[in-house]
């Protein structure tokens, strides 16, 4: 009895409601993010080692926007496979002259007690940001051109932005003091030395450092805060915050205005400084009557000069060219002058024309020579 009213009840309702009313659900076509990557960015799918599973979502509205990935794809330089070992014996060849110029001045400065100066002082500091600062960037890159991958992990990528802005923001407080230091030098020589104390020299490096810490934990703790969902493809060599945030699937809207206020203020600020310092410097050059006293005393700047003006030059073609958003390649040119061409130029800039780091440079070799042929008198033995 039960089961013929049961069926008369589903008869009724099948009457009543006809199939094409029914409710019926269509499974969502989900595509994996490989093929979005080779259709936005051209990218042969022979290409792309990230292997990214398809993410299926268990929302009845669509895909949740709190989604998390674990892996960003950094696009490099160029995806042309026969392009790779030129570009990693390019880099490889810059990081080792970064690498060894760099600490040569380091060698330097530390080994000759006429060098023990405020000058010299800050510049085997920025020496040592430099290094550090091209570490964040070259290594990961040609490790991934040699294992032919892209990947750089959720974690890697936050740790690499992190240092980059530590070491690239030390760098600028650097420079601006090496502009205040030659703005006392030329403009008040006989209290050069009551100024530039030891003891202030070491202040000033122990504040910018503190300074550049600060600066890189907010904006790593405000890109930590966003979601990032699908975009997951970073055109570029490292993971830079600006790219970072435009990634992101959450509002951003706080993060720009705080991100671009500090680097304002702090950019803006260190500029200020260097210009308002080389101001004054002209202003004293130009009162000097001889013309080789004028060379003399510009002479002392100028390399320190030239170091800004390509600095300054290749972070303000960044920010230019990233507001377009059809000139990442362009911008990423940008990036690597100033992250990468001007770190290996530092060591040149400072040493051609200085005679005392030449001077200095000579007595550690021979020292160093000396050193060795005693050892191998030693092992001889």
């Not at 980059?164 to 209290?191: K, Q």
Request: charged letters at 10%; proline letters at 5%.
């Amino acid at each position: 009895m039960g089961r013929v009213v049961a069926l008369g009840v589903l008869s009724l309702a099948g009457r009543l409601s006809p199939p094409s009313s029914l409710l019926y659900f269509e499974e969502p076509e989900i595509q994996s993010p490989s093929l979005t990557i080779q259709e936005e960015f051209g990218v042969p799918l022979s290409d792309l080692p990230l292997r990214v599973p398809i993410q299926f979502s268990h929302q009845p509205y669509g895909p949740s926007n709190n989604t998390q990935i674990s892996e960003f794809l950094l696009l490099g330089l160029s995806n042309e496979p026969e392009l790779q070992p030129l570009i990693f014996g390019l880099f490889l060849f810059m990081y080792l002259i970064t690498v060894f110029g760099n600490l040569l001045i380091i060698l330097a400065v530390s080994s000759d007690s006429h060098l023990h100066t405020p000058m010299y002082f800050f510049l085997s500091n920025l020496s040592f940001a430099d290094i550090c600062f091209t570490s964040t960037i070259i290594p990961k890159m040609l490790w991934n051109i040699q294992t032919h991958s892209k990947v750089i992990t959720y974690e890697g990528c936050i740790i690499q932005m992190y240092f980059l802005l530590l070491f690239g923001a030390f760098d600028v407080f650097l420079l601006t003091m090496m502009a205040y230091d030659r703005y006392v030098a030329i403009c008040h020589p006989l209290h050069y030395m009551v100024i530039m104390k030891p003891q202030l020299c070491g202040i000033l490096v122990l504040s910018s450092f503190i300074m550049s810490f600060l600066y890189s934990l907010m904006q790593s703790l405000m890109v930590v805060q966003l979601s990032f969902c699908t975009k997951r493809v970073i055109p570029h060599i490292f993971c830079e915050a600006n790219l970072m945030i435009k990634l992101a699937c959450s509002d951003t809207f706080i993060c720009d205005m705080v991100v671009y206020f500090v680097s304002v203020v702090l950019g803006g600020g260190s500029l200020g400084a260097i210009l308002y310092s080389y101001s004054k410097i002209i202003a004293c050059i130009s009162g000097i009557s001889s013309a080789q006293g004028k060379y003399k005393a510009f002479s002392t700047c100028a390399s320190h000069l030239s170091v800004v003006s390509l600095f300054s030059c290749s972070v303000l073609g960044v920010y230019l060219t990233s507001a377009d958003t059809h000139s990442s390649h362009s911008s990423v040119i940008a990036s690597v002058m100033y992250s990468v061409v001007t770190p290996m130029l530092n060591p040149f800039m400072y040493s051609l024309r200085n005679k005392d780091i030449k001077k200095a440079l000579k007595i550690f070799g021979k020292e160093t020579n000396k050193e060795l042929s005693v050892l191998g008198l030693k092992n001889c033995h």
